[in-house]
């Protein structure tokens, strides 16, 4: 149930923020690692080892809490790796942490890189197959970069916003007459114009 709720919280907020992404955008997979944890690969951006069936790719994981720590902190991990397409098989070459600001937190170079099978892992097995077979593990996207891909997923485990409280205006009541107080006073009639005179009487010759 968490795995789900993560990828489909994951890939809304890759949708919406990638939604106006022009035409012209890189191709990137979105893999499910785990309920706090992805993987983005460039489809582009596979490079084939000279003199076999070597190719060597970068990854990007995102998670949610980078420190192990709490409150949780999401960060990323970007790791190279080389895929032996025929003996299926991976080895990681080197790998940098970075918090979500993009500060680095520990980088380090495999000083005896070490085959494994590439199918010890559900995440490497997927990039596996991104990079030997061309197949997605997951979600495919189009972006500017990866980084807008990544914070994209670490925005999915951001709480949601707190609701605004409404502003509402006071309405004025009005204003009620004390008990006692005087009345203002009546408005006078204006007196009675007093009868007309009447015409002077003609005078008789």
């Not at 709490?70 to 990681?92: I, K």
């Not at 509402?168 to 107080?181: I, L, N, Q, R, S």
């Amino acid at each position: 149930m968490a795995v789900n709720r993560a990828l489909t919280l994951g890939a809304v907020a890759v949708g919406l923020a990638l939604a106006a992404t022009p035409a012209l955008a890189r191709t990137f997979y979105v893999i499910q690692s785990s309920a706090d944890a992805w993987t983005v690969m460039d489809a582009q951006g596979i490079e084939p080892i000279p003199g076999g069936q070597l190719r060597r790719a970068w990854a990007v994981r995102v998670q949610r809490n980078i420190l192990s720590g709490d409150p949780p902190q999401p960060g990323y991990v970007r790791t190279l790796t080389e895929y032996d397409c025929q003996q299926t098989r991976t080895r990681w070459r080197e790998f940098t942490a970075f918090s979500r600001s993009g500060a680095t937190l520990v980088s380090k170079v495999n000083p005896n890189p070490e085959w494994g099978p590439a199918d010890e892992a559900s995440d490497t097995y997927a990039a596996y197959r991104v990079v030997c077979e061309g197949v997605g593990g997951g979600a495919v996207v189009s972006a500017d970069s990866v980084a807008k891909v990544v914070i994209s997923l670490m925005g999915a485990w951001d709480p949601p916003p707190e609701p605004v409280p409404a502003l509402t205006t006071p309405v004025a009541k009005p204003a009620t007459a004390k008990p006692g107080a005087a009345k203002p006073p009546a408005a006078k009639t204006a007196p009675v114009a007093a009868a007309k005179a009447s015409p002077p009487k003609a005078k008789t010759p």
